[in-house]
Nanobody, 122 residues
Framework: QVQLVESGGGSVQPGGSLRLSCAASYRFGRYCMGWFRQAPGKEREAVAS????????SYGDSMRGRFTISRDNAKNTLYLQMNSLEPEDTAMYYCAASGARYCFKSADMDWWGKGTLVTISS
């Protein structure tokens, strides 16, 4: 069983930055982890994913170059650094974990957090 708790959401102006964190609790396992987001009235979309070792990452097209995913396995924590934020980035952001080596799509994920809200507005 994996439990995930996101934090770090908030409201910032366009062009600003935020750093999301996801605290994971599990005893054993090597989990691929990722971030997803869902805006009101839209489908959930993949933001970024990272393998357990951190040797492979993948990003959604609109996030590449602005967002950076990372993890600290000693702290069981996943991060998402978001820069150059745009109003279109406004969404609920979710952390997810997978027992697979690689993960990116929602269908790849086995466990989900409850989300943290990010609002980009002037």
């Amino acid at each position: 069983q994996v439990q995930l708790v996101e934090s770090g959401g908030g409201s910032v102006q366009p062009g600003g930055s935020l750093r999301l964190s996801c605290a994971a609790s599990y005893r054993f396992g090597r989990y691929c982890m990722g971030w997803f987001r869902q805006a009101p009235g839209k489908e959930r979309e993949a933001v970024a994913s990272i393998t357990f070792e951190g040797d492979w990452t993948s990003y959604g097209d609109s996030m590449r170059g602005r967002f950076t995913i990372s993890r600290d396995n000693a702290k069981n924590t996943l991060y998402l650094q978001m820069n150059s934020l745009e109003p279109e980035d406004t969404a609920m952001y979710y952390c997810a974990a997978s027992g697979a080596r690689y993960c990116f799509k929602s269908a790849d994920m086995d466990w989900w957090g409850k989300g943290t809200l990010v609002t980009i507005s002037s």
